[in-house]
């Protein structure tokens, strides 16, 4: 299968022109990274409502609060490592609190921004954004679903989270596919266990799909693109009726999609879970090629990882 | 302003600084400090300044004001309840479960525009509003209320960049420049000087007047108002525990609420027996 690849980062940059041209509302921020995460289209387009603060993330966040105050809909767009880590405070005390609508895009987000090594790889923003009351969470798998998680959260009243990557990845999803905040959907069906995706590692679940089938293992692919309000019924569906699952993220497996599923799963239907994502490390420079391979994020890890869980199973 | 107007600011920060140390017996915790210094800066606002209306606290055509400096609750509640924001008896349930009257400020309590009570985020919020307003042309003005000891947090200094760069003249900022943290003398912890070079340097209008004066403050409220082309700010000297003797200029009190008979001695001292001035009676 022959697949069109594309950054889901211009997704976002395509999604904030769409919006900009209905909705008057729409303001951007930048923070000195505006063609990096693909504001810079709506900059050009949108001047008087695209508002440059320089480097300063947490003048940002809250400039955004002040907007979104004055009947604006703010979109943040920074890399997600710094929007999450630096602007916390902001985010959680200004926003979340005060129950604000402000849009949060987190670009570079995953150890897929490759060269620029771990300062630059957010693999944390998942678990900071998801712990914060009011907040929503989602981390689409390619161009079209970040584009559509992106409108959608303009038409949402209150504080979202979007986090997207540097990388072109494969399109997976269609122009015309429906998207629901909050709900999961089954891209291939099977019976011995289900592989849970939440982002752009969406090629490799297919890839491992193929791999076990080779072996006789027929796993469920489900995609879930938002961590919160997490799916809770797709899981226990899952669990229920595969009896096993493994968790697929970009991400560290402390605290983020994994541990969201983790605990829908330990009390609604308790099975064997393995979680693919980075184990607890530092990312560092390299390819992502490179880099999913060093740090086991690759179809045959996932292949492996749901071999494991079936052992367990059993 | 004229005398009578003035009589009755003056009126009314006397009953303000009664509720102040009133609503902290009753809390048994809070921090009067800061309450008491700025009372003035907060009646010449509330009173004189600024655009509200108390009855419909989400008018559109009302500025905002965002109390950076959330932790000095009992004043911003106690301008609220004169307001007409909320009633005097709300006032008591301040810190209490259940309360719209937090420990700090939100926007559970109407007049309350954001949450606050980490320091050093209101004068982003303000910016802002302020932006947001100039792109719909609206003639709101926002003012944020902010503590001389809160400007050590680096996130305000972006702030002040941000709206020096934007020459946000919709915006003015008040600093209740009391001197004292709770780690001791803001010069000592960590100084501040030449604090009025520094927001000039970054492009603002600064105003200097006697914090507890409040012509000067109304004063300089009306100046900011008509300063074009720069934001402004309002360095307000004054005494952190205004008004009692044993709280002024005392670190200590910053967060730590009067027993009864110290409120007894601080209402006595005020002068608070009057008729008017005490919302339940001496504690």
């Known amino acids: 299968m022959t697949m069109n690849v594309r950054a889901t980062r211009d997704g976002y940059g395509d999604a904030l022109v769409e919006l900009g041209e209905k909705d008057e509302r729409i303001v951007v921020l930048g923070a000195d990274l505006t063609s990096s ?4 289209s709506f900059a050009a387009k949108f001047p008087e409502r695209f508002v440059e603060v320089g480097i300063a993330e947490q003048n940002a966040m809250n400039v955004a609060a002040g907007l979104s105050m004055a009947g604006k809909i703010p979109f943040v767009s920074t890399y997600a490592v710094f929007v999450t880590g630096r602007a916390l405070d902001q985010i959680r005390t200004t926003v979340c609190y005060s129950n604000l609508n402000v849009k949060i895009a987190g670009a570079h987000g995953g150890i897929s921004v490759g060269a620029d090594g771990a300062t630059h790889q957010a693999l944390e923003d998942v678990a900071i954004t998801r ?17 559509k998680a992106i409108v959608w959260s303009a038409g949402h009243v ?5 986090r997207f990557g540097r990388e072109p990845v494969p399109v997976v999803t269609q122009p015309d596919s429906p998207f629901t905040c909050g709900k999961g959907y089954v891209i291939r069906e099977g019976t011995d266990l289900t592989i849970l995706n939440n982002g752009p590692l969406l090629k ?16 469920r692919l489900v995609n879930l693109h938002t961590v919160k309000p997490i799916d809770r019924e797709i899981i226990t569906r899952a669990a229920k009726e595969t009896g096993a ?3 697929v993220e970009e991400h560290q497996v402390q605290g983020g999609f994994g541990s969201a599923v983790a605990e829908v799963v330990v009390q609604a239907a308790p099975v064997p879970m393995r979680f693919i994502g980075i184990q607890d490390r530092f990312g560092e420079s390299g390819t992502p090629e490179e880099l999913f391979a060093a740090f086991g994020l690759t179809a045959e890890d996932i292949a492996e990882a749901a071999e494991d869980v079936l052992r367990a199973k059993d | 302003m004229d005398s009578s107007k003035l009589k009755e600011l003056e009126a009314l920060a006397h009953r303000i600084r009664c509720h102040i140390i009133e609503l902290l017996v009753e809390a048994k915790s809070g921090h009067p400090g800061g309450s008491l210094s700025g009372v003035e800066y907060g009646v010449a606002l509330y009173f004189h300044a600024l655009r509200h209306d108390p009855h419909r606290p989400h008018w559109e055509g009302r ?3 965002i109390w950076s400096r959330g932790h000095v609750g009992p004043v911003i509640f106690s301008l609220l309840a004169e307001s007409g924001y909320i009633t005097m008896e709300e006032l008591l349930t301040f810190r209490k479960l259940g309360s719209r009257l937090q420990g700090h400020p939100t926007t559970k309590c109407p007049g309350i525009e954001v949450g606050t009570g980490s320091l050093g985020q209101g004068l982003s919020v303000a910016a802002g509003l302020a932006i947001g307003f100039r792109m719909d042309g609206k003639g709101n003005r926002v003012y944020c209320l902010m503590g001389d000891g809160e400007t050590q947090e680096g996130a305000v200094w972006e702030a002040i960049m941000c709206a020096g760069h934007y020459r946000l003249d919709n915006l003015c900022a008040i600093v209740d420049y009391n001197n004292l943290q709770i780690d001791g003398w803001v010069e000592e912890v960590m100084g501040l000087a030449p604090y009025a070079d520094k927001w000039k340097a970054f492009r603002w209008n600064v105003l200097e007047v006697d914090g507890h004066d409040l012509e000067q403050l109304a004063r300089a409220y009306e100046t900011a108002a008509q300063v074009k082309g720069r934001p402004t700010v309002i360095l307000a000297q004054t005494i952190k525990g205004k008004g009692v003797s044993f709280m002024e200029n005392v670190a200590g009190w910053h967060g730590r609420a009067p027993n009864a008979e110290e409120g007894r001695q601080a209402l006595v001292e005020l002068g608070c027996e009057t008729e008017g001035c005490l919302i339940r009676g001496m504690p």
């Open chain 1, 37 to 40: 995460t693909r504001a810079s």
């Open chain 1, 131 to 147: 712990s914060l009351p009011n907040m929503t969470v989602i981390v689409p798998c390619d161009y079209y679903e970040t584009k």
């Open chain 1, 245 to 247: 699952i493994v968790t």
């Open chain 2, 63 to 65: 500025d905002r004001v």
């Open chain 1, 158 to 162: 209150g504080p979202c989270y979007v």
């Open chain 1, 204 to 219: 490799q679940c297919l890839d491992a799909l193929d791999l076990l089938a080779s072996a006789g293992i027929s796993a």
